[in-house]
């Protein structure tokens, strides 16, 4: 099993849409939670960081179920300029120097 | 704001040869990584450095890999003979304590 999975897409959707990604760990070892966005060929960008009580950013809503093991993302009102790939990462164990473990992607299109 | 700068931006080498990739981290940055992507997979952790050593690496970084903090300022990852599959963006990344990773723009290695 994939130690992070998330469903590769691709997600069409129309401005102005609200659209949702979903994201599974398989390490419950795992303590921190990220969302990167990646443009085509570009470096990774921190998006937001992912809390157990979820949080929001503007249109960016991050949920955290450690009982599941599950991580979502929800963009409201979507833009053309959010088309990228979403990337669901966790950190695992304690420490500050722990390596980011990767998701595949979720690819988004947002379509005039 | 600062960043982490990579250079080159694309290298293209002979298979067999050796290659050094350069990073420089934001300066009050502890924590260095290597991350590599082959295009359409996923991001892949390859080492990371703290206190001037190598604190975790992958099954990737083999004895054919290797990195370097020469002057307080670089960050090099080296490749000693260069196989075709080593064909990939390769990504610097740094933080400060507890905070997010830093990414550099990549170097895309391209072995012929």
């Known amino acids: 099993r994939k130690e992070v999975e998330q469903d590769p897409g691709p997600f069409n959707v129309p401005e102005g849409a609200t659209v949702a990604f979903n994201c599974t760990y398989s390490n419950s070892a795992s303590q921190s939670f990220f969302w990167y966005r990646q443009d085509c060929r570009k470096e990774p960008k921190l998006l937001m960081s992912v809390y157990s009580s979820g949080n929001e950013d503007g249109r960016f809503t991050a949920q955290l179920n450690r009982a599941s093991q599950y991580i979502s993302l929800l963009i409201r009102d979507s833009k053309l300029s959010d088309s990228a790939t979403y990337l669901c990462v966790a950190r695992c164990n304690a420490g500050n120097n722990r390596k980011l473990i990767w998701g595949l992607g979720t690819s988004l299109a947002v379509n005039p | 704001e600062p960043e982490v700068t990579q250079t080159p931006s694309h290298q293209v080498t002979q298979m067999g040869q050796e290659v050094i990739l350069r990073c420089v981290p934001i300066?009050?940055?502890?924590?260095f990584y290597w991350y590599r992507q082959i295009l359409g997979q996923k991001v892949e952790f390859l080492v990371s450095?703290?206190?001037?050593?190598?604190?975790?690496k992958s099954e990737i970084f083999d004895d054919q890999f290797s990195v370097e903090r020469p002057d307080g300022s670089n960050f090099t990852l080296k490749i000693r003979s260069t196989k075709l599959e080593d064909s990939a963006m390769y990504f610097c990344a740094s933080k400060y304590s507890n905070q997010p990773q830093h990414f550099g723009d990549g170097t895309r290695l391209s072995i012929l």
């Open positions: 300066s009050n940055h502890l924590y």
């Open positions: 450095f703290y206190n001037n050593e190598i604190s975790e």
